[in-house]
């Protein structure tokens, strides 16, 4: 039996899709990498705006018109269980603490033409094994208990929960075994990562002890959960000086309203900190313009705050109304309004993204990990997390020292070119 898996949204769907591919595998079904030649699709959904909603629902309409057997999973399918149920738009509607049954379901219940809830209880923190490129993720932590404004996924994803760090600390004994490289530790909100009295800086801690050639990467991380001991690792050959932190708006009146616990200038004296240890940190965002209520005044604040930290990429939203959201009561900007916000943002963004690599990572030396090569160029990550294209051949999982020398703009981002 063929399966296919279609994956939408963040790193930690992608690596739970890899997770089930695995299980799937193992209970000897073969993966169908193109829709049309599996016998039944997988669509492990999102729905952190309503173009993932939206792209969600197209997959399933394109899989169903294919006569293909379609399970539904991950965050849509969770939040919108019923009305799923009540379209027939799937086979079998999986909710996301359920989402690692289905490779036992598929085997037992090979769809019986039931279209039940599904509530068997499997571990949500698999182990997985093979990943695609020379970085390996590692799920730690699931679920949020933040409940900002204007975000659905605790809904999807329910209360914040962690991995055991020994059980944590073993998988990834064995990918550095394994021969990987670089290890992503992951979740819904990872800086929530605790267990007893290990958080997430304890655990950072113990496995940067572990031996070997490899380098740990954080995943997105919430600024006012920031521990600053992690300042103290920046100097660390294997820990990697990058931090996403999550900023969302540079107005304080904004930040009221979304609920996030933090101010612009917090969140600014906390970047200039890491700077100052670390000059070159790699320092990426979200932002999300459009807000409701969102001023002209209010958004401006938001520009000059990208302006003074030069985030070294900021992934922009423009906000979306999501159900069951506080925000979702409050009046909505109009389209053309949040285009043009986000056109001046990226601008914005760019230009002091740029700014910050020429000043910063020009002329500095980086070990990069090749994850493609294409037209005779090796393309991969500093360790800030820049990505960066070398005429050098590097291959396989080895570690390569280049020295960046100019940068250039690609899909509103800056990247590098090195010999
Ligand atoms: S921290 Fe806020 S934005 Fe992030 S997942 Fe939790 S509720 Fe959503």
């Not at 208990?145 to 962690?162: E, V």
């Not at 409050?330 to 690599?357: H, N």
Request: aromatic share 10%.
């Amino acid at each position: 039996m063929k399966v296919h898996i279609e994956t939408i949204g963040c790193k930690l769907n992608q690596f739970e899709s890899q997770a089930l591919s695995d299980a799937l595998v193992k209970k000897n079904f073969s993966i169908a990498e193109h829709l049309e030649d599996a016998d039944f699709v997988i669509i492990n959904t999102c729905s952190v705006t309503n173009k993932a909603d939206v792209k969600s629902r197209q997959a399933m309409r394109k899989a169903k018109k294919l006569g293909k057997r379609v399970v539904v999973t991950g965050c849509y399918a969770t939040t919108d269980f019923d009305s799923l149920l009540d379209e027939n738009s799937a086979d079998i509607i999986v909710k996301n603490e359920s989402k690692f049954t289905i490779p036992e379901l598929l085997e037992k219940r090979l769809f019986l033409e039931e279209k039940t809830p599904i509530l068997e209880n499997s571990s949500e923190f698999p182990i997985v094994y093979q990943f695609e490129k020379t970085r390996a993720f590692v799920k730690i932590q699931d679920g949020c208990n933040k409940f900002c404004s204007y975000c659905k996924i605790p809904h999807a994803r329910g209360r914040s929960r962690s991995l055991e760090p020994k059980i944590a600390i073993s998988f990834i004994k064995n990918l550095i075994a394994a021969g990987y490289k670089e290890i992503v530790l992951t979740g819904v909100n990872v800086s929530d990562y605790h267990c007893a009295d290990t958080g997430l800086y304890e655990l950072t801690e113990s496995i940067l002890k572990l031996r070997g050639d490899f380098r740990i990467r954080l995943s997105s991380l919430q600024p006012d959960e920031f521990d600053v001991r992690f300042l103290d690792l920046l100097m660390n050959e294997k820990f990697s000086p990058h931090f996403h932190l999550s900023l969302q708006s540079g107005s304080n009146g904004v930040l009221g309203r979304m609920e996030r616990n933090y101010t612009a200038d917090y969140f600014r004296r906390l970047c200039f900190r890491i700077r100052q240890i670390r000059p070159d940190c790699g320092i990426t965002t979200d932002i999300i313009v459009g807000f409701p209520g969102e001023s002209e005044i209010e958004f401006e604040e938001t520009l000059a705050l990208v302006k003074i930290v030069e985030f070294t990429r900021v992934h922009i939203f423009s906000y979306s109304r999501r159900s069951r959201t506080k925000a979702s009561l409050w009046k909505d900007w109009d389209g053309k309004t949040k285009k043009e916000r986000v056109k001046r943002l990226e601008e914005i963004s760019l230009k002091s993204a740029k700014t910050f690599v020429e000043r910063e990572v020009i002329g500095k030396e980086y070990r990069i990990l090749t994850e493609i090569n294409e037209e005779g160029k090796g393309i991969g990550y500093t360790e800030n997390y820049l990505r960066i294209s070398t005429k050098q051949k590097c291959g396989g999982n080895e570690f390569a020292f280049v020295t960046p020398r100019n940068t250039i703009a690609n899909a509103g981002t800056v990247e590098l070119e090195a010999e």
